[in-house]
């Protein structure tokens, strides 16, 4: 599991069928304008089941500002505003480079401790996690607790460089603007992508070195999350999303993204925007880190 950020498997299939046979009748006619079919309404269904509990929660303070819903704790009120300048600096950012806004408010919470950010996903105490999206929400971990306090104005400005927001915030926005039609490297991939851009920040470990046999595309795509180096998982899926982001020029990516949000498939979208299959993206990509300047060398 990703050290600072990660989205948790999710556990819902259970849920989504029960939602699927509720819901058949009333959402068939819509179903004719979805071409990737039930699963994507069905998964819109739960997200905003999810997002509207939370909204609603009384054990946890409310603020809000134009496009958020800050849940947080009495021991959180002096960064709670911190939180929510840099969120909506994060929002400008994504929406921008994704041409997209989520409907509504997106609701953030922010809990003072690991072991209750911890508890809300039944994680093990090993999880470092500072940010998780899932399901429409982004669960966030105090910046008091990993950020060095006293000066409010450099904490609020290390949050900013350091803090998952950025990161959190695109896997939201590519969710919504999808309904989930993706691959899991991808979201991973140009969420750190958005980081990088903005913040710099991009999580390297020895073990993500590139001087060692790398995982495949074909591996990424089946079996991302539970791929062992984890850390050279997010690297591969982090040098994937800046090579397609450069092969097209600008719109490129823009372009696959809008295709996904239509139900279109991903080896369709990327044949359709890059010209080449699953296989033919594989060999772009190894020739991609022989280039010198791709930021693929060690
Ligand atoms: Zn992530």
Redesign the pocket.
């Given at each position: 599991m990703?050290v600072r950020?990660?989205?948790p498997k999710a556990g819902m299939l259970a849920i989504l069928g029960l939602l699927g046979i509720l819901a058949m009748p009333a959402l068939a006619p819509a179903l004719r304008t979805h071409p990737s079919g039930w699963s994507r309404l069905f998964y819109a269904a739960y997200r905003t089941h999810v997002r509207a509990a939370f909204a609603a929660r009384q054990d946890f303070l409310t603020r809000d500002d134009q496009h958020f819903i800050l849940k947080y704790t009495r021991a959180d009120a002096a960064v709670a505003g911190a939180v929510l300048r840099q969120a909506d600096l994060a929002y400008d950012r994504v929406t921008k480079d994704l041409d997209y806004s989520p409907p509504g408010k997106v609701v953030l919470v922010l809990y003072p401790d690991r072991a209750s950010l911890q508890r809300s996903f039944g994680w093990s105490s090993q999880d470092q996690a500072l940010g998780v999206?899932w399901a429409g929400v982004i669960r966030l971990l105090s910046p008091r607790v990993w950020l060095p306090t006293g000066d409010e104005r450099q904490l609020e400005a290390a949050y900013g460089r350091e803090g998952p927001v950025t990161?959190?915030f695109t896997?939201l926005v590519l969710d919504y603007r999808t309904d989930g039609n993706y691959p899991y490297w991808f979201?991973?991939g140009l969420?750190q992508w958005e980081e990088y851009r903005y913040t710099g920040y991009l999580w390297l470990e020895p073990q993500s070195r590139l001087d060692q046999p790398l995982y495949s595309v074909a591996e990424l795509s089946t079996s991302f999350p539970a791929l062992p180096n984890q850390a050279l998982a997010y690297r591969e899926a982090f040098l994937l999303v800046r090579m397609l982001d450069g092969e097209e020029g600008d719109g490129g990516l823009q372009r696959l993204v809008g295709l996904l949000a239509k139900g279109v498939s991903w080896d369709e979208a990327l044949d359709e925007v890059y010209g080449m299959a699953p296989a033919g993206l594989q060999k772009r990509f190894t020739d991609y880190l022989a280039r010198p300047g791709s930021g693929g060398e060690d």
């Open positions: 990703e950020r990660s989205i999206y990161h959190e896997h979201t991973e969420a």
